[in-house]
């Protein structure tokens, strides 16, 4: 299982209001000993403006001083290590800050041995923009610069310039940003909008969007085009076939993740390689946004499992720091069975920090917003997903010191860590039941899959099998109680809603509570 810590809001160790590596260092037992986690992936901890809050890079080889030092990021891995972790970095590969060195050198001069490490393109004859690609932050995906006279290209913020990954300078840089940090140790890379790195070299317009050319969530005037030309060229294939070849030339096991928003299955898979020789894993975001029915959730897990290529593993998310909470998203009643879902699917779970709490998305006051996106966008701020963790019920909340006011406010209405943790039915406990169970059973963490008729509508149903180890899972989908036929000698593991004493009736049936999820034990 992998899990997400936004950086800023995880641990502040110094007062200041932000999380820090020394606070993340310091909370690694919780990770360990209590949740039982396998890999930790730590959001960009690099010198950066903080426009995007450190996915605008000024400097891939240090540690910028609000997080700590290169020796706390050291400190951190070795700790990871003595506990059984891997550690993940986030990498930032399609664009830097604008006030990275080589953007800086880049928009000195035409001449500028650096020009073509960015994209730049003349104005159209009327002085517009080359093209209509668009920003995702809002606006035209084009800056005009006066020093030099061309447009240059931001997929994001004008702060944020898109490196040019047809020059093999470029690449080469990059790919040592990567080695340096594998060189300290970390034991995987989270490659940042991984498929924008390779655009169409003719910089075409994109065409219109089709009916249902996107299922993600709607993000305004970016959503009129079907972008095919600025991001996802079939060449970015080739970096990630080299990207991979590095990873393997380091002992042990290096993975990388890719942030890969596509939703067409069959394309998804392409970025395993066709030889499986790409990315490990590029992140299947199916989930995210599909509703909470039986039906589509089926499809959908269906679908992007059919696809896999041989010796592929599948992966699933429910929450990460781009989108809204996944209580806030499915309602808080949910939070159980989606848990449920989550770390019995086959293939790797990613869980974003507190989620394991059941935290909702926190209202930010007027003039308090701070996320780029939604300060351009109105609708589309991030800020409430990405608010301090709340350890403890005291004044600062365990995250920062009494008295210091955090980066951004704590939320109220969920418990704390500490509360939870005395509380075997929380949500928390909850989570701890379903990783043990995860952990100890085979069919749970690397057994096949295969889904099951549940005998009622509303009820999603499917086996884990591994060798004689057998699990049934059963979900309600809907706030009934509904009936589910299992196995006469079937026993129950776990309830979603911590009913301890449930069994079978005489035809190993199991009554499920709305919105209860059950795991069964099939193996007696």
Request: one cysteine or more.
């Amino acid at each position: 299982m992998v899990y997400q810590v936004y950086l800023r809001s995880f641990q502040d160790s110094t007062g200041n209001g932000v999380g820090d590596l020394e606070g993340l260092r310091s909370r690694l037992g919780y990770l360990s000993e209590v949740l039982g986690v396998d890999a930790v992936w730590v959001s960009p901890f690099y010198p950066s403006p903080m426009d995007d809050f450190g996915y605008d890079v000024a400097d891939y080889t240090a540690v910028d001083p609000l997080f700590g030092s290169l020796e706390d990021f050291d400190a951190v891995v070795a700790e990871a290590h003595r506990r059984s972790m891997a550690i993940i970095v986030d990498w930032v590969p399609n664009h830097t800050s604008s006030r990275h060195p080589w953007f800086q050198a880049s928009r000195s001069s035409r001449s500028s041995p650096k020009r073509d490490w960015y994209v730049w393109a003349e104005a159209t004859p009327d002085g517009g923009p080359p093209n209509n690609w668009l920003s995702v932050f809002g606006g035209p995906a084009w800056e005009w610069d006066d020093a030099t006279g061309q447009y240059y290209l931001h997929s994001f913020l004008p702060s944020q310039p898109d490196l040019n990954w047809r020059n093999p300078e470029v690449r080469s840089a990059m790919l040592e940003t990567v080695r340096f940090w594998l060189d300290r140790g970390v034991d995987g890379i989270r490659i940042d909008v991984a498929d924008y790195l390779m655009k169409d070299p003719a910089l075409r317009s994109n065409p219109a969007a089709g009916p249902a050319a996107d299922m993600f969530k709607s993000r305004g005037a970016y959503d009129r085009f079907d972008h095919i030309h600025d991001k996802a060229h079939p060449d970015v294939h080739g970096v990630f076939r080299e990207f991979r070849r590095i990873l393997e030339s380091y002992d042990g096991h290096r993975v990388c993740i890719g942030e890969i928003h596509e939703w067409d299955p069959e394309r998804w898979a392409l970025y395993f390689g066709t030889n499986n020789d790409e990315l490990h894993m590029p992140f299947n975001f199916s989930l995210l946004y599909t509703p909470w029915d039986v039906g589509e959730v089926r499809h959908r897990v269906d679908s992007f499992t059919a696809d896999l290529p041989e010796g592929a593993w599948p992966n699933h998310v429910l929450g990460n720091h781009d989108e809204a909470r996944l209580a806030s998203r499915f309602g808080t009643e949910r939070v159980r069975a989606a848990a449920m879902l989550l770390l019995t699917l086959r293939g790797t779970p990613t869980l974003y920090y507190g989620d394991e709490l059941g935290m909702t998305d926190v209202p930010i006051p007027p003039g308090e917003e701070q996320d780029p996106w939604g300060l351009r966008v109105p609708g589309l701020g991030r800020d409430g997903a990405r608010t301090p963790m709340p350890w403890t019920d005291s004044a600062g909340s365990g995250f920062t010191r009494p008295g210091v006011k955090p980066w951004l406010p704590v939320g109220e209405g969920v418990a704390p860590v500490d509360e939870q943790l005395s509380d075997s039915r929380s949500v928390l406990g909850l989570y701890r039941s379903l990783l043990a169970l995860r952990r100890a059973r085979p069919a749970l963490h690397s057994g096949d899959m295969r889904f099951v008729d549940a005998g009622r509508r509303g009820v999603l149903a499917y086996e884990r099998l591994a060798g004689e180890d057998r699990i049934l899972v059963a979900l309600n989908f809907g706030t009934e109680p509904a009936t589910l036929q299992a196995a006469p000698g079937a026993e129950l593991l776990l309830s979603s809603h911590g009913r301890t004493h449930l069994r079978p009736g005489p035809d190993g049936s199991f009554e499920l509570a709305g919105d209860e999820g059950l795991v069964i034990d099939l193996s007696r």
